[in-house]
């Protein structure tokens, strides 16, 4: 099937792209590419103006979006229609926050309800003493709650949370190292609650327990999963299933009782406010025209990039401690929803895709990856998040030079420095995007984590392919069962060396 707007990317293609320092004469652009969202827990700041987004791109853009219908298809995704068609089902995440197809969203009470129940009960000391959860999942089931507790929890936890994801022993070792059978709870965390890592881990933390003294491991054990029958078929008391829909993918599921960690942590109250942040996003992506739709602004700026100017990656520097597994978080939404090399309709895309998405935490990434930043010879988008109160109590002088620095790299992205010695000159013209919160609360993390989720949805779309499967992890993996059932043989040389120097398979 043709791209429907194979010309019209042409026409972005050609157009004439002046220098940011040239877009900011003559026009106002922060009154046009800088807008401030109000909500729940604080108001965020949206600047893209130190991008090349002009009206010019956002027309042709804005096209292009028409001719791959974005409206339908945002209206289909809330809707609760199988906008996931490799799969046949729906994505309906936004339900969990209360924003979708009324069935679901009523489900989805039901679920919080009952998962809210659990959390207090556990709060109220129904369930014996717990101080500690070891929280056991992998990709979207470990990645969401470890950045929303590193983000929101570091001072006062109700509940002291441990996020374990690795196969590798070192992990869940040293999570437990850290706590004491007698007052720790376990989280499994898995959509199918058959994946490997995660059901050898909570495997091994029974063992743990049981080892420590506790006579019905099973009875500490919490499953947040799709598939309760097999998490009580493991051995979970129905009680102490949290289950989720299946319409809800898992970089998607921090919204379901994959955030149980989280409510457990902060108080209901706070969970509360999390999905309401992400709500607020969820109806300005719904309601805002694209001219002042801080999405789809973004995506655009996104697509110009990748796909006028040849950009393959794009940086996030988080300029807040709080807020340092964010990139992490963002390369698995990103390039796992949008790493494909087909359209939705399984033909070749022509066009590239996702972006490698990657970055750090400033101002440590400034000394460590800025020098190409500034001087390489690759364009590379850059986004800078930061907060305007301090999540520390020390000297404000640190929050100020840290808030100086982040504001300082944007300016000189932009700028440049000419100098008559080629090793002392920036050329300048460089993008990027600043958000800045108020402060980092429940409910500005939620909107920060849901405005991404739309962000890579609209890219997705433009594109025509579908953000909601991710078959490209499962090759690897069905290998690796392979091997560990004895049937690693018939591979490549190099393969069969390593195994056998390994001592796999012999």
Known sequence: MADPAQALWSELESLETPS???????QDRLARYCSELEIPGGP?????????LTPAVEDVLGRIAGAMDLDGKRDALFAGEAINNTEGRAAQHSAERGIGAPTAVVEAEALHARMKGLVEAIHEGLLGEVKSLIHIGIGGSALGPALAIDALARDEAKVAIHVVSNIDGCALEAAMKQCDPATTMVAVASKTFTTTETMTNANSALDWLRQGGVSD???????????????????????????????????????????????????????????????????HFIEAPYDANVVVRAAFADLYYTQAKGCQTRAVF??????ALLPDYLQQLEMESNGKRVTAQGEPLTRPSAPITWGGVGTDAQHAVFQLLHQGTHLIPVDFLA???????????????????CFAQGAAL????????????????????????????????GALIAFHEHRTFVSAMLLGINPFDQFGVELGKAIAKQIDAGGGEGFDPSTEALLAAAGIGA
């Open 217 to 283: 491991p099973y009875g500490r054990v919490v499953a947040l999963t799709a598939s309760p029958d097999k998490a009580v078929e493991w051995g979970v008391d129905e009680t102490r299933v949290l289950p989720f829909s299946e319409t809800v993918g898992g970089r998607y599921s921090l919204w379901s009782s994959i955030g149980f960690p989280v409510a457990l942590a902060l108080g209901w109250d706070a969970f509360a406010e999390f999905l309401d942040g992400a709500a607020a996003i969820d109806t």
């Open 318 to 323: 988080a300029y807040d401690e709080r807020l």
């Open 387 to 405: 907060v305007k109160v301090p999540g520390h109590d020390l000297d404000p002088l640190h929050h100020q030079i840290l808030l100086s620095n």
């Open 44 to 52: 965020i700041r949206f600047d893209w103006s130190k991008t090349h």
């Open 20 to 26: 940011l320092s040239a877009l900011f004469e003559g």
């Open 414 to 445: 932009m700028a440049g420095k000419a100098s008559d010695d080629g090793a002392r000159a920036y050329p300048g013209n460089r993008p990027s995007a600043t958000i800045l919160c108020d402060d980092l609360t429940p409910g500005t993390l």
